[in-house]
């Protein structure tokens, strides 16, 4: 179908040919665990004892929990929706470059120990350089950790890419990330060593700058930039400075070495007090859109992270097929791209790739409102900040509001002043900042919960995903990070799924059920964690004491527990192989979902119940973008990386040890003839598949390696196993 009846479409989409399977599948599996609750129940009013009493208490609520989220995953495979731009029609509507929009590109970062400023200046070079009138493009960077180190990053930048830019456009270059193209064979591009050697040089001036943790004099070069650094007084600090707005590139006057226009570069270092409350990524997002407001107020806005480089030049034509479609554009509030990452080894151990989070589920949820917003590689709509389609909720000052036409120069006194205060520490105070207008607050997944808010609002969202990543980002590559970062995910989907706006209750009646449902996945996504930790330890104790648990091979009740499995597994598996994913990679991705289920999930939503008890608070701890050399080469050959006594590998490992142990002594107990093995198959099968899926905490357990998971650790989760043990055998 195409997206009008003109004969050169901006873009076409069509439904999955597997809707009625998929609709035909979720109402029969459905039925399947109303019959697996129905036989949970009728057991439970024929216990005969406490013990199974309590045993089918468990599975009774742990399956409910599995069928509510269940229910919700079901959402996303009821309408998928498959898209196709042609950005080589745009010039039927888009004729001259005045015609293009403007853009304002936002680029995050706050700590450049763990997000190196030369990360951040490849991702706003390869932005910088787009196939895209350089005059309407302002590129904005948020240094949230207020350091020097960072603005010297990237006045160095502003003196490479006069050199850059130019080369770019004049070779059709496609990777515009400086680092990604010198990783490549550029021997056919005449200049290219000569660029090489400058951007070597810049990286050498940058880095030696962070080592020292300092900008020495050698390094600055004029009066100009002198004047700058002297804002960083001895009372400057991360937590307490002033605004620290500097244009770096002024597209007004500055060119670069083709004498073509530059496009704008600016720094920004919002005020900060201890006394005030600055909200994290989300409150620097929203000090970015008042400040591009006040100098640029470009009407769409790309949001980055820090080490999130463009992969293709013409992504903003792509974008602007849906932007510029009449039928589209005054509700769409956002266009949403894949994230993809660069660096992931051969079968992607740490399930970072996430293909059912920002490809699969995000189709599904295409074929209604939209998919949701994923924090980076979204090109927004300005006007969907400011309250829904058709209620506009105007800022406190019309100088912020959305249609305002900015007509004076950025570096004039009245911009730079009007800059500033909008940059205050306590300038939203009493107003709607965060909570009607802007980027949401209330919950540490900013970005999950502001696209859902505006969904709710009315706005729709598009999912643009060309067979070219439009965008690279880097992945961690421990399994600290990896669960640290899913730990502050848990944390802010639970503050959403407790809130007033609950996407059971909120989100379907501002949506309807498929959005709704969608939406409440990812909200109850940690709640995962009771059921799989149920199934990890519960059959594995009954296994060990001889108790029977579950329905004997020759049983009816038997084949309703093989279909459960079996149904779950492949539909999972085939999404992610038809979506161009491996076996070896689908299987990775499962069993990182149990090992978050066992860590990240459950420490969450401990943290989580600990916070709303006035008991505990939390911060926000930025992913390290750091790369150690020991790591990456066992990451590259598949090796877990544990390296550090984290509470969150005890359960895991307790697991992993109580699985094994369960496995081979149900094993031995069935060779001597002491046990029935058509009682105890199906926790037989569930103890094997667990050691199967532990296979490398086994690894780590017994490797020498600094990645291995440390003795502490290991005696800890040794001591809980047998703790548990004792505490089923006295039960039992």
């Known amino acids: 179908m195409s997206a009008a009846t003109d004969d050169l479409p901006l873009h076409t989409h069509k439904h999955s040919l597997r809707i009625p399977i998929n609709r035909l ?56 929706l498959y898209r196709k731009e042609h950005p080589e029609n745009l010039e039927r509507v888009l004729r001259k470059y005045s015609d293009f929009p403007a853009l304002d590109v936002f680029i ?82 005449s200049e290219a060593e000569k660029i090489k050697i400058m951007y070597q040089a810049m990286k050498v001036r940058v880095n030696n700058v962070i080592e020292r943790r300092k900008v020495d004099g050698e390094y600055i070069t004029g009066e100009r930039e002198s004047q700058a650094f002297r804002k960083w007084t001895d009372g400057f600090t991360r937590q307490n400075h002033p605004t620290v ?8 006057k500055d060119k ?40 640029t107020n470009a009407p769409i806005v790309l949001t980055l992270d820090c080490d999130t480089f463009s992969n293709d030049p013409k992504t903003p034509s792509r974008a602007l097929c849906y932007f510029s479609d009449p039928n589209l554009r005054s509700k769409l509030g956002y266009l949403q791209f894949p994230q993809r990452f660069r660096g992931i080894n051969k079968n992607d151990i740490y399930g970072c790739e996430h293909k059912g989070l920002f490809v699969i589920n995000a189709e599904g949820m295409d074929g209604d409102s939209g998919p949701d917003y994923v924090g980076t590689g979204c090109f927004f709509n300005r006007r969907a900040f400011f309250g829904g389609p058709s209620q506009l909720l105007s800022p406190e000052i019309p100088e912020l509001a959305p249609d305002k036409v900015v007509d004076k120069l950025i570096q004039s006194p009245e911009v730079l002043e009007l800059a500033h ?21 209330g919950s540490l997944v900013e ?25 690279y980002g880097d992945a961690p590559i421990n399994l600290v990070d990896v669960l640290n970062q899913t730990k502050r995910w848990t944390i802010g989907l639970l503050e959403v799924a407790f809130s007033k706006y609950c996407p059971v209750t909120f989100g379907i009646r501002a949506m309807g059920p498929l959005m709704g449902l969608s939406y409440a996945y990812y909200a109850f996504w940690p709640i995962w964690s009771i059921p799989v930790t149920v199934y990890a330890f519960l059959p594995q104790l009954a296994l060990l004491n001889g108790i029977t ?13 093989v279909f459960l499995f079996l149904g779950s597994y492949t539909q999972s598996c085939l999404d992610f192989v038809v979506e161009g994913g491996t076996f070896p990679k689908w299987w990775n991705d499962q069993r990182m979902w149990m090992v978050r289920a066992h860590s990240s999930f459950l420490f969450g939503s401990i943290e989580y119940l600990l916070k709303s008890l006035g008991i505990s608070t939390h911060g926000f701890n930025v992913t390290s973008k750091v790369l150690d050399e020991d790591q990456s080469k066992r990451y590259d050959q598949g090796t877990f990386e544990f390296g550090v006594a984290s509470p969150m590998f005890v359960p895991l490992t307790s697991a992993a040890i109580l699985n094994l142990a369960a496995f081979s002594w149900g094993h031995v107990e069935a060779f001597k003839g002491s046990i029935g093995l058509e009682g105890m198959f199906l926790q037989m099968f569930i103890a094997g598949f667990g050691v199967v899926n532990c296979i490398p905490i086994y690894e780590a357990i017994i490797r020498s390696d600094k990645g291995r998971i440390p003795t502490k650790t290991t005696t800890v989760s040794l001591l809980l196993a047998f703790a548990l043990y004792v505490v089923a055998y006295v039960s039992f």
């Open 245 to 252: 707005i500097q244009v770096l590139l002024d597209s007004s």
């Open 447 to 471: 970005d999950y919960f502001t696209g859902y808010r505006m969904q709710c609002e009315g706005w729709k969202a598009v999912l643009c995903n060309p067979t070219r990543a439009a965008f």
């Open 421 to 441: 205060f909008v940059a205050a520490c306590n300038y939203e105070t009493h107003s709607d900042w965060g909570w009607k207008i802007g980027v949401r607050y």
């Open 256 to 295: 670069d070495m083709s004498d073509y226009v530059m496009p704008n570069l600016i720094y920004v270092s919002r005020e900060k007090s201890s006394t005030s409350e600055h909200n994290f990524k989300s409150g620097a997002l929203n000090v970015l859109i008042r400040v591009s407001a006040a100098m």
């Open 549 to 561: 648990i579950f329905p004997k091979v020759s049983e009816p009740w038997f084949l309703l527990y």
């Open 25 to 80: 599948f979720a109402l029969i599996y459905f039925c399947a665990i109303l019959a697996l609750l129905y036989h949970h129940t009728h057991s439970l009013f024929h216990s005969t004892t406490l013990t199974s009493f309590f045993i089918t208490l468990t599975f009774l609520i742990s399956d409910s929990i599995f069928a509510f989220l269940n229910l919700t995953a079901q959402a996303f495979r009821m309408n998928p």
């Open 108 to 189: 995050c970062t706050a700590d450049p120990y763990k997000e190196p400023p030369m990360n951040v200046v490849n991702t706003a070079l390869s932005v910088m350089a787009y196939d895209y009138p350089t005059e309407k493009v302002s590129v904005y960077v948020s240094d949230d950790g207020g350091s020097a180190l960072t603005l010297f990053a990237f006045m160095e930048a502003a003196k490479f890419a006069r050199h850059w830019l130019p080369f770019c456009r004049e070779n059709n270059i496609v990777e515009r990330c400086p680092e990604a193209f010198f990783e490549m064979d550029h021997s056919r591009f």
